[in-house]
Structure formats: C-alpha cells, structure tokens
C-alpha cells in the first residue's frame, strides 16, 4: 500500500493504492474536509464500491448456476492497485482480474478510478472494461465520509444536506437486522423538498437508501461558508450514512448504480434489477465529483 498525492492551487488530495481510497482532501487554507477513520467507529474514509454494492443474502450470489461469495460492498476495497497514469493534477488506478478475483467473481475485467482536480472540483471517473466472452454484470459506486461539523464550526446538527432539485424521493425499505431490501419502500419527505437536516438520531435505523432523488447534494450549515458538494449524474441510488448510535463526527455520501440482494433471497446477478450488465469487449464510464467551498 503507498499513498500518492495530486494538487492544484485550490485542493491537495491524496490516495491510496489500496482500493484507490481517497485518505485526505485539504483545502487552499489547510481545512480536512475527508473523515479520518477511527477504529473503534468507523475505520475507513471513502472506499470506493466494485463489484457488487451493500450485502448479499448470507454473502452469496448465483451465476450460471454455481454460487460465489462475496463480502459487503465487494472486493475492490482491499484490493491494491497499480498506478496506470500520473500528472500533478490527475492520476489513475487500475485493477485487473486475477486468480483471486475469479474465484469470488468468474469475469475478466479491467478496472480504473481516476481522479483529476478542476479548481475546487475532485472529478472521479470509473471506467470499467470486460475482457471476457461474456457479459458481465455489476455494481459501483462511492463510499466518502465527510467531516461534520466542517472545520469544527458549530455542531454535527447545525449541518443539513441540500439537494439541488426538489424532489419527493423514495426511501428503500431495509430489514432492521439484515439491512437488506425488504420491498417497503416509502416516500421520503424533504424539508421544503430540498433539506435533510442532520442529526446523529437520523442513523439510529442505519443507512437512508435513496432513489428518485436529485443527482447533486450538498453538505452545509447557515453558520459556516464551507460545504462539501456530491454530484452523482449516472447513480440512481444515493446512501447516507453514519454508524448508529454513536455522535461520530462524520457523515457518508454514497452514490451507488444498484442495491443490496432482497431478504431471503440469493440473487442471480445476471437477473437482479438495477445491475449493469456490460457486452463483451465494451467499456463502461460513469462520472462522478466532489466540489469544496471555502
């Protein structure tokens, strides 16, 4: 595991080979913006998702008949990556398919996460390769915690998230032991369709799963001029949260392209809506960012 480092006049960033797991954004004036892991909370900082998003049930899928295990949120993680490509302001990882990945997920692949900053803009681009003769199917996505209250100004329920739209999204119905989908999805209201106030009880349920939301949110107080903005323009589901019961000083943002399995239910990943599934041969982008105010 080594970390790298891009920078611009604006943001200094760094990364880990480790799952290219961003470990540190600091702004112009010095400001952390990313959670810092604590053991006996939440250890990691903004791992990113691949190949299969949240839990399955009992750890397992079905392909073609035979079945794979999985841990939660899959195997890119804690998977060490090589870097392809690396300027002072943009660098890319690449994970390719190995006896290790086959054994747990049986397609070819060639994985890449890429980070670029644009001013004040992190932009991240996971472009995703099947190598194989058939199709393959999975999900990705983005796991970053942010620190609240940002650069220690007021307190974690001062801060709110704000969408950029309004909406009346839906909230996926999750079994309170298992946290996997239980088919009771609920409208979820906003404040004023826009505002998700925070506080640490908000989590005491685990994750908010959300769909049909706006594809851009950001973290704010009216007492500070800092916010930390997530825009997710190819997510369809978005993931907030914080470990429960605890006042961690963090919140996650999470766009994701699918969910977690059903109760009860070992799913055929070939067959499970909201997967992508990607020709042989073909390439698939899906471009994300995370923008820092001072």
Same mark, same amino acid.
């Given at each position: 595991m080594k970390?790298?480092q891009?920078?611009?006049?604006?943001?200094t960033v760094?990364i880990?080979s480790?799952g290219?797991?961003l470990?540190s954004?600091?702004g112009?004036d010095?400001t952390e913006y990313?959670?810092?892991?604590?053991?006996?909370?939440?250890?990691?900082?903004?791992f990113?998702?691949?190949p299969y998003?949240?839990?399955?049930?009992?750890?397992?899928?079905?392909y073609? =008949?035979?079945?794979? &295990?999985?841990?939660i949120h899959?195997?890119?993680?804690?998977s060490?990556l090589t870097v392809a490509?690396?300027?002072?302001e943009?660098?890319?990882f690449?994970?390719?398919?190995?006896e290790?990945? &086959?054994?747990?997920?049986?397609?070819?692949?060639s994985?890449d996460i890429?980070?670029?900053?644009?001013k004040s #803009?992190?932009?991240?681009?996971?472009?995703?390769a099947?190598?194989?003769?058939?199709?393959?199917y999975?999900?990705?996505g983005g796991?970053?915690?942010f620190i609240?209250p940002?650069a220690g /100004?007021?307190?974690f329920?001062d801060y709110?998230?704000? @969408?950029?739209?309004?909406e009346?999204?839906?909230?996926?119905?999750?079994d =309170?032991?298992?946290?996997?989908? $239980?088919g009771n999805?609920e409208? @979820?209201?906003?404040? $004023?369709q826009?505002k998700l106030?925070?506080?640490?009880?908000t989590f $005491? %349920? %685990?994750?908010?799963?959300?769909? =049909?939301?706006?594809?851009?949110?950001t973290l704010k107080s %009216?007492? $500070?001029?800092?916010a930390?903005? /997530?825009?997710?323009?190819?997510?369809?589901?978005? =993931?907030?949260w914080? #470990?429960?019961?605890?006042?961690a000083?963090?919140?996650c943002?999470e766009p994701?392209?699918?969910?977690q399995a059903?109760?009860n239910?070992?799913e055929?990943?070939?067959k499970q809506?909201n997967?992508i599934?990607?020709?042989s041969?073909?390439?698939?982008d899906?471009?994300w960012?995370?923008?820092?105010?001072?």
């Open positions: 970390n790298y891009i920078k611009n006049e604006c943001l760094t880990s480790r290219a797991e470990q954004i600091i112009s010095k990313l959670w810092q892991g604590d053991e006996a909370i939440w250890k990691d900082k903004a990113n998702i691949f998003i949240a839990r399955l049930y009992q750890g397992t899928y079905q073609e =008949g035979q079945e794979y &295990k999985l841990p899959g195997f890119l993680k804690d060490e490509a690396q300027t002072e943009s660098i890319t690449n994970l390719t398919d190995s290790e990945t &086959k054994a747990v997920y049986p397609f070819e692949f994985l890429t980070y670029t900053l644009q #803009k992190i932009e991240i681009i996971m472009s995703v099947n190598q194989g003769e058939q199709t393959m999975f999900g990705i796991h970053p915690g609240v940002i /100004v007021g307190q329920d709110y998230l704000e @969408f950029a739209t309004k009346t999204p839906y909230k996926i119905g999750v =309170g032991e298992s946290l996997l989908q $239980n999805d409208k @979820f209201d906003l404040v $004023n826009t106030p925070l506080s640490h009880e $005491n %349920d %685990d994750a908010i799963i959300l769909h =049909g939301m706006s594809k851009e949110v %009216d007492a $500070n001029e800092k930390v903005t /997530v825009s997710y323009p190819d997510m369809n589901f978005l =993931g907030i914080q #470990k429960p019961h605890t006042t000083e963090y919140v943002i994701w392209t699918s969910l059903r109760m239910q070992i055929d990943i070939s809506t997967m599934s990607l020709k041969n073909q390439r698939y899906n471009k960012s995370i923008t820092i105010k001072e």
